[in-house]
Nanobody, 122 residues
Framework: QLQASGGGLVQAGGSLRLSCAAS???????MAWFRQPPGKEREFVAA????????FYTDSVKGRFTTSRNNAENTVYLQMNSLKPEDTALYYC??????????????????WGQGTQVTVSS
């Protein structure tokens, strides 16, 4: 089970940190962040493996977003800096075991959090 939190309203250029608390076994899972802007499809944002510090990002957030995990607390974070209005979306955390070539596909993830809204005003 995944529980996402930390969303909110922020001005452009501001920062937010999202958290995703996982219950149950998470070893060897890939933990990912997706977002769904209003009227658009869900899209990949970032992912990190529980078993390593390797992280992956979509191009539009590279250099601004950082995902990390705390294994002891079974929590994954998404630090979002220099936020832009186009980052406005419902953000989801997800867990799965995708192959590397399919890491960005929502279909590869078994478990999903409930979503947390991020709104960036201009």
């Amino acid at each position: 089970q995944l529980q996402a939190s930390g969303g909110g309203l922020v001005q452009a250029g501001g920062s937010l940190r999202l958290s995703c608390a996982a219950s149950g076994g998470t070893f060897n899972y890939v933990m990912a962040w997706f977002r769904q802007p209003p009227g658009k499809e869900r899209e990949f944002v970032a992912a990190i493996k529980w078993s390593s510090s390797t992280a992956f990002y979509t191009d539009s957030v590279k250099g601004r977003f950082t995902t990390s995990r705390n294994n002891a607390e079974n929590t994954v974070y998404l630090q979002m800096n220099s936020l832009k209005p186009e980052d406005t979306a419902l953000y989801y955390c997800a867990a799965g075991r995708p192959v590397s070539s399919a890491m960005t596909s929502p279909a590869m993830y078994y478990y999903w959090g409930q979503g947390t809204q991020v709104t960036v005003s201009s």
